[in-house]
C-alpha cells in the first residue's frame, strides 16, 4: 500500500541530545513536510522541500535540521537547540504536480518526550 | 499572509443530531480548503476540499462542508452525527502565492455522545 512511514512511533530524548525523526514515503510525491502539533496549538510547519535536494524553513525552523538526499525520505534532526522539543512530529506529502487542490497525506507521527 | 480561524475549541452533540464544526479564513487570491480529522496519536486524515465550482462538497463519512465566500467561511457539517465521530478536526487553507504550503487552523474537538 502506497503511504508514509514515520518512525520511532515514541521516542525519548535526553537533555542536549540530538534526535532523527524518520520520514519515508512511497507515493512518489514530490514535495514533503515536517509539522509539530502541540495541545490547542494546531500544526506549525518547520521545514518543507518541493524537490530533491532543496529544502525551506518553515514557521518555526529554529532547533532543527532537515535533509532531502532522495525523493523517498525527508529526516528530521531535532538538535540540542530547540529548548522545548516535547512534542508530536507529523511529515506530510503531495503531489505539486497535480495542483495547489491535491491534499496532503500524513504519517502516523511520532511522539518526543524529553527526560 | 494566509489564516485560518476555528473559533470553536469544543464542539459537543448528542448522536443523531447534526453537527456543524466552523471555520473561516483570510487570504489573498483564491483560496483552496480542507477539512481533516486527527483521531489521538494518529496522523491526519483528509475528508474533502474545496477548489473551486458549488458551494457545496461532499467527502467522506458522509460530511459536507459549504464554502461561503462573503462571509471567508467554510463549515464542516453532517446532518446525523455518530460516536464514531469524535476526533480532532482541522481546517486548512492554500493559496497559489505561497508556494503551496497550508496554513492550519488550531483544531475544533468534536465530540458526539450516546
Known amino acids: 500500500d502506497g503511504g508514509i512511514t514515520q518512525s520511532p512511533k515514541y521516542l525519548f530524548r535526553k537533555e542536549g541530545q540530538n534526535v532523527t525523526l524518520s520520514c519515508e514515503q512511497n507515493?512518489?510525491?514530490?514535495?514533503m513536510y515536517w509539522y509539530r502539533q502541540d495541545p490547542g496549538q494546531g500544526l506549525r510547519l518547520i521545514y518543507y522541500s518541493q524537490i530533491v535536494n532543496d529544502f525551506q524553513k518553515g514557521d518555526i525552523a529554529e532547533g532543527y535540521s532537515v535533509s532531502r538526499e532522495k525523493k523517498e525520505s525527508f529526516p528530521l534532526t531535532v538538535t540540542s537547540a530547540q529548548k522545548n522539543p516535547t512534542a508530536f512530529y507529523l511529515c506530510a506529502s503531495s503531489d505539486p504536480l497535480q495542483g495547489l487542490y491535491t491534499e496532503a497525506f500524513f504519517g502516523q507521527g511520532t511522539r518526543l518526550t524529553v527526560v | 499572509a494566509q489564516s485560518v480561524a476555528q473559533p470553536e475549541d469544543q464542539v459537543n452533540v448528542a448522536e443523531g443530531n447534526p453537527l456543524t464544526v466552523k471555520c473561516t479564513y483570510s487570504v489573498s487570491g483564491n483560496p483552496y480548503l480542507f477539512w481533516y480529522v486527527q483521531y489521538p496519536n494518529r496522523g491526519l486524515q483528509f475528508l474533502l476540499k474545496y477548489i473551486t465550482g458549488d458551494n457545496l462538497v461532499k467527502g467522506s463519512y458522509g460530511f459536507e462542508a459549504e464554502f461561503n465566500k462573503s462571509q471567508t467561511s467554510f463549515h464542516l457539517k453532517k446532518p446525523s452525527a455518530l460516536v464514531s465521530d469524535s476526533a480532532l478536526y482541522f481546517c486548512?487553507?492554500?493559496?497559489?502565492?505561497?508556494?503551496?504550503?497550508?496554513?492550519f487552523g488550531d483544531g475544533t474537538t468534536l465530540t458526539v455522545k450516546p
Open positions: 486548512a487553507v492554500r493559496v497559489n502565492t505561497n508556494a503551496g504550503k497550508s496554513t
Open positions: 507515493l512518489n510525491h514530490d514535495a
